[in-house]
């Protein structure tokens, strides 16, 4: 089943928090799980539900009364719920929606290991706990995935026609693509987003930095050209791969396309429009510079380098600091293997050497989808 090609792919792609930033315990008084060591709400509920690889994912779910929508939040990589969840909160408190996150298999608290087809799974079971014990229709959930997040997000959209939205946030055109500027998609390469964001149905709404050294702006320019159904994509001027969050742009966009969704299809189509459409999208895309190659799909977290900023969502402010940046890691921070050229060659020559004996396995992946 192409062991040699899925342990390779786990190795370069996925790492988890080591340890995990959260421990779930149960509420003597309760009988309720709760994230041990975090401030208890009453509003956030910790769940655990399992998938059909067998791993018991941890989730956490945030309501709001107001809310007539649900975001499906698929994280990026080096982080687990714990580092996400004060972000979480802030965004349904602002943008007035539901939202569940989950850790992946291997991740946080669930079980299992990191794998492109685990986290299919794991979405997949995700998804279907929300339908199952909120009631959660398909056309009231908007999809959304961080950086490597992407791709559990885009497999699942191409499997939900009548999907509210997917929102795609410094995505990656594949995993090999964020290494090398590959223009043909190899059996061997994971979460092929490139070849699945043509098959969605919904509106997608793109936001990337354009000085995001990991996954290179192009990748989400690319993306938003092959879209079906585009809105209006949000490129943030200075934005890297870890501080989006950061811009008052990002939440008053998401409010916007959010606002826009929530109406019928015809409505939101009209609104499109009226607000430059597609075209005045194309022109903003023109002025990315050419891609940057990265050698190295690690995470590192970044700590913040100031305990006392503050982050201000449209007059709101987030605290914790720390918190919210450890939420902004995603696939990987890779500027250090760039300057060290004896590193980054040493790094080239490995993968090199792994994709050249997976290329001897069976393609997992196909055989997998076959099932």
């Known amino acids: 089943m192409g062991g040699v090609t899925s342990s390779m792919a786990a190795k370069m792609a996925f790492f988890p928090p080591s340890p995990p930033s959260y421990e779930v315990v149960e509420e003597a008084a309760t009988g309720a799980l709760v994230l041990e060591a975090f401030p208890r709400r009453e509003n956030v509920r910790v769940v655990?539900?399992?998938?059909?690889?067998?791993?018991?994912?941890?989730?956490?779910?945030?309501?709001?009364?107001?809310?007539?929508?649900?975001?499906?939040?698929?994280h990026g990589n080096a982080a687990d719920i714990g580092h996400m969840l004060e972000l979480y909160v802030d965004l349904s408190t602002h943008l007035r929606v539901n939202l569940f996150g989950y850790d992946y298999s291997g991740y946080g608290q669930s079980s299992g290991k990191p794998s492109e087809n685990n986290t299919y799974a794991d979405i997949e079971a995700a998804y279907k706990y929300l339908e199952e014990n909120y009631g959660t229709k398909q056309e009231d959930i908007i999809l959304y995935g961080q950086s490597v997040g992407s791709g559990p997000t885009l497999d699942l959209a191409t499997r939900l026609p009548r999907l509210r939205a997917v929102v795609l946030h410094s995505?990656?055109?594949?995993?090999?693509?964020?290494?090398?500027?590959?223009?043909?998609?190899?059996?061997?390469?994971?979460?092929?987003?490139?070849?699945?964001i043509p098959l969605v149905k919904c509106p997608v709404l793109i936001i990337h930095g354009t000085d995001d050294e990991v996954v290179d702006c192009s990748h989400g320019k690319h993306l938003w050209e092959l879209c079906k159904e585009k809105y209006e994509p949000l490129w943030l001027k200075g934005g890297n791969h870890c501080n989006l969050e950061l811009y008052p742009e990002y939440l008053r966009h998401l409010r916007k396309f959010i606002s826009i969704i929530e109406k019928s299809p015809s409505q939101w189509q009209t609104l499109w429009r009226s607000i430059g459409g597609v075209e005045e999208a194309r022109r903003s895309v023109d002025c990315?510079?050419?891609?940057?190659?990265?050698?190295?799909?690690?995470?590192?977290?970044?700590?913040?380098?100031?305990?006392?900023?503050?982050?201000?969502?449209?007059?709101?402010?987030?605290?914790?600091?720390?918190?919210?940046?450890?939420?902004?890691?995603s696939f990987d921070h890779v500027a250090g293997s760039q300057r060290n050229k004896e590193n980054h060659d040493k790094s080239r020559k490995s993968v090199d050497v792994h994709f050249g004996r997976t290329r001897k396995s069976l393609d997992w992946l196909d055989k997998i989808r076959a099932r």
């Open 48 to 74: 655990k539900f399992g998938t059909r690889r067998g791993s018991e994912i941890v989730g956490v779910y945030i309501a709001h009364p107001m809310a007539k929508s649900t975001i499906l939040y698929s």
């Open 171 to 196: 995505p990656i055109l594949s995993g090999l693509r964020v290494m090398y500027p590959v223009k043909r998609t190899y059996w061997f390469d994971i979460y092929k987003n490139i070849d699945k």
């Open 288 to 329: 990315f510079e050419a891609p940057r190659m990265s050698a190295d799909l690690r995470d590192k977290p970044r700590k913040s380098t100031d305990k006392q900023e503050q982050l201000k969502f449209q007059g709101h402010k987030l605290s914790n600091v720390e918190t919210v940046e450890k939420s902004r890691i």
